[in-house]
């Protein structure tokens, strides 16, 4: 969906069409909660997150720019919503993956692109190194692991993380490095115990 077309669904939803405001949900429902279930590692606390990020953004809709672009909009409303949830339940660990749990969609939601490339050579990676890499995901602090997520599996330029977080470019290149660092750190160690 373009910039006008969502500059014109939230003119009509704040001019009383609430009913409109389901296409918007319906363009990001998906994205937001993928963010949510990233950032938390748990099923139910992603969709609940997601649902408060829709309510939040409705009942704050008259506070949107429509000279902004709604998704980095709606995708800065969820980011503050996640994070006061992670400082509130202090929760930096995977607690909500269990064996064999998988959200929906993870297949073909270009997930494993955190992964060295020579990793990703070939097949597909196995269902066990990709619970290693949700794991290892979870160890990263919540700051690091919410720019990971934006860039590698929404697949967002430096460009839009910045207008979505406010930081400079080239604190998000350095911050995204660094986030790198740690996740190929703790993937070998989580490789090399299993050993």
Same mark, same amino acid.
């Given at each position: 969906m373009d910039h006008k077309n969502e500059a014109e669904i939230v003119a009509k939803v704040l001019k009383g069409d609430r009913q409109a405001y389901a296409l918007l949900i319906e363009e990001y429902k998906i994205p937001i909660y993928n963010l949510a279930y990233r950032m938390t590692g748990n099923l139910q606390d992603a969709e609940d997150l997601a649902q408060e990020t829709f309510l939040r953004s409705f009942n704050q809709l008259y506070r949107y720019d429509v000279k902004r672009s709604f998704f980095t909009w709606i995708y800065t409303v969820s980011l503050n919503i996640i994070r006061n949830h992670l400082k509130k339940s202090s929760y930096h660990r995977l607690d909500g993956i269990r064996q064999g749990e998988r959200m929906p969609g993870t297949s073909d939601f270009g997930n494993n692109q955190l992964i060295a490339p020579e990793t990703r050579a070939g097949d597909e990676l196995s269902k066990e190194?990709?619970?290693? %890499? #949700?794991?290892?995901?979870q160890k990263i602090s919540p700051e690091l692991r919410e720019l990971l997520i934006l860039r590698f599996y929404q697949g967002l330029s430096f460009e839009v993380i910045s207008d979505i977080t406010g930081l400079?470019?080239?604190?998000?290149?350095?911050?995204?490095?660094?986030? %790198? #660092?740690?996740?190929?750190?703790?993937?070998e160690e989580n490789v090399t115990s299993d050993r």
């Open positions: 190194r990709e619970e290693i %890499l #949700e794991i290892c995901l400079s470019l080239s604190a998000i290149k350095m911050r995204v490095y660094r986030g %790198l #660092e740690k996740l190929r750190k703790y993937i």
